[in-house]
């Protein structure tokens, strides 16, 4: 199996919160903290329907209190938060911390396992996509993330989230070369076949698929404000479309099914716009960050966001 040198988390932490400019007194409302960092998260609490607007984004806060925010891998490193409370105009700026993502040549890879070469394969590979855009378009409101998220699956970590990779190599089904360059949007954790997967945060199962084109054995698990665990290359699904599962529930088993170079659990989250049908403007964020952010502290014991954190 290719894998990359065992990083620790690419990105130091930001400190929970971070204070911008100024804020008007009607700012003290609002409270955004989180994983301030590029592939992060932003989690605002709020009166419920407030309005709030980051990156053209615009979210409305709900029954929970709150609205949530990924912020996308190649951000700006200011964070600009506007929107209209009942108190009155908001106007947070958060500052992030900057990713530093590898870059990695891999040379001698069978092409089959990054591209869709044969009829065969394309027809399959389309037939996925269409399962997965189904079920990255259904959302369901949940609060248990505000528990936390935790690792799915014991093992070191194989590859972190982030860096590109250029493949090189040979097409073993049709012998013609290919070489093509993509970010790593998961976080790949070294499990042998087998291996215990268990739910990261509290959700509902939108997809529990066990042959999809690249990746194999695959579970989608909902966890609400538009925040979607993806577990790729699984070996076995103990789970069900609809399913409500609690954190630390057994959801499968991992493995090396689809196109993977061998045994790993590939652990994604994406961040989707719920005030949108076009899925297009999602994007997926660092898992790996999501381990670090006390949801509770957010939800009750947020700080006034003009009160710069001490150093």
Same mark, same amino acid.
């Given at each position: ?201 509290? @959700? ?43 954190? @630390? ?63």
């Amino acid at each position: 199996m290719i894998q990359d040198m065992i990083f620790g988390v690419l990105l130091s932490w930001a400190g929970f919160w971070s204070a911008g400019a100024p804020a008007a007194t009607s700012d003290v409302a609002v409270q955004c903290g989180g994983a301030l960092s590029q592939g992060g998260l932003i989690v605002c609490q709020a009166a419920e329907g407030t309005e709030l607007i980051y990156g053209g984004y615009t979210v409305r806060v709900g029954q929970d209190g709150h609205a949530v925010f990924g912020v996308a891998r190649d951000a700006d490193l200011t964070a600009q938060i506007v929107g209209q409370a009942t108190s009155g105009p908001v106007n947070i700026t958060l500052a992030l911390e900057p990713r530093e993502d590898a870059f990695r040549v891999i040379e001698g890879l069978e092409c089959d396992k990054v591209d869709a070469r044969t009829p065969e394969q394309k027809a399959h590979a389309g037939e996925s996509w269409v399962i997965k855009q189904t079920a990255f378009g259904t959302f369901h409101s949940s609060e248990a993330w505000t528990n936390g998220f935790s690792r799915p699956a014991a093992g070191p970590p194989s590859s972190p989230f982030g860096p590109a990779r250029k493949y090189i190599g040979v097409s073993a089904e049709t012998g013609e070369p290919c070489e093509s360059v993509s970010v790593h949007r998961g976080y790949d954790i070294a499990t042998p076949v087998g291996t215990q997967l268990i739910a990261p945060a509290g @959700g509902i199962v939108t997809l529990a698929d066990p042959d999809l084109y690249y990746e194999g054995g695959t579970i989608f698990l909902d966890h609400g404000h538009g925040l979607v665990s993806v577990f790729l290359h699984l070996s076995s699904i103990d789970v069900a479309v609809g399913d409500h599962v609690e954190q @630390g529930a057994l959801l499968g088993k991992t493995g090396n099914t689809g196109r993977t170079t061998g045994p790993h659990l590939h652990w994604a989250v994406k961040w989707r716009h719920q005030a949108s049908d076009d899925r297009g403007g999602d994007f997926y964020i660092d898992p790996a960050l999501l381990l670090d952010i006390d949801f509770n502290a957010v939800a009750s014991t947020a700080p006034d966001p003009r009160i710069a954190p001490a150093p």
